[in-house]
């Protein structure tokens, strides 16, 4: 099993420019998430998906989308990229099934808009 | 929601047991707690949890205080890969659906391993 993959690993956009980060899991998993992680900081949730064919904000949702494209794969847009949005994002996955609801973690996309 | 508070670095020297604090006063009687730490340059991964008793598994032990306001993570042995960001978080299972039931992270705990 990879568990929770993201593409890319790293990418250079510049002010305006719009990007799709990938995300999939292998696990079998209902619920998927966005997240981002500024310097020094904890996670903030951007966006999450209970299950196939629901999405809901999270903590800091503007200026991103997502699609629930199945239930393996969950994916973030940054229509018009701003600096603000230069951070680090991962991607996780849990079964809403399992009582503790543990959350897996992809490696992460580093994203940089100049 | 219940907050909980870390203290912002620690050092141990490899080999040597550390104890990692939180501290969560307002923990209500449902909410489990939970730890996740981040390698570097790496996502979070779960560590364990618990409720009233401690618990114990291949990574760690959690110690958890008789009137739960604090908690206590212990790695019995650390070594160099042990280094990472340590996260406390409460989490209430009655609220693991929608937005309640996401992770909250606070800055947690950066530790550092001496060879």
């Known amino acids: 099993n990879a568990g929770v993959t993201q593409t890319p690993k790293f990418q250079v956009l510049k002010t305006g420019q719009s990007m799709t980060l990938q995300c999939a899991q292998d696990m079998n998993h209902n619920s998927m998430y966005w997240y981002r992680q500024d310097p020094g900081m904890g996670l903030r949730l951007i966006y999450y998906s209970a299950s196939e064919g629901t999405t809901d904000k999270g903590e800091v949702p503007n200026g991103y989308n997502v699609s629930r494209l199945n239930k393996r794969e969950f994916s973030l847009r940054l229509e018009s990229a701003a600096p603000s949005q230069t951070s680090v994002y991962f991607c996780a996955s849990s079964d809403i099934r399992g009582i503790f609801h543990t959350q897996y973690f992809g490696p992460g996309t580093r994203l940089t808009v100049l | 929601d219940a907050k909980t508070t870390q203290p912002n670095s620690m050092e141990s020297n490899e080999e040597e047991p550390v104890h990692l604090p939180c501290n969560h006063s307002?923990?209500?009687?449902?909410?489990?707690i939970h730890w996740y730490r981040q390698l570097p340059s790496q996502g979070p991964e779960y560590v364990i949890h618990?409720?009233?008793s401690n618990v114990n598994n291949r990574m760690a032990s959690l110690a958890i205080a008789e009137d739960r306001k604090s908690s206590t993570l212990i790695l019995h042995r650390a070594t160099l890969r042990d280094a990472a960001v340590y996260y406390c978080i409460l989490r209430d299972p009655l609220n693991y659906g929608g937005s309640q039931g996401n992770l909250i992270f606070g800055k947690g705990t950066k530790l550092s391993v001496k060879p």
């Open positions: 618990g409720l009233t």
């Open positions: 307002t923990i209500s009687g449902t909410d489990y």
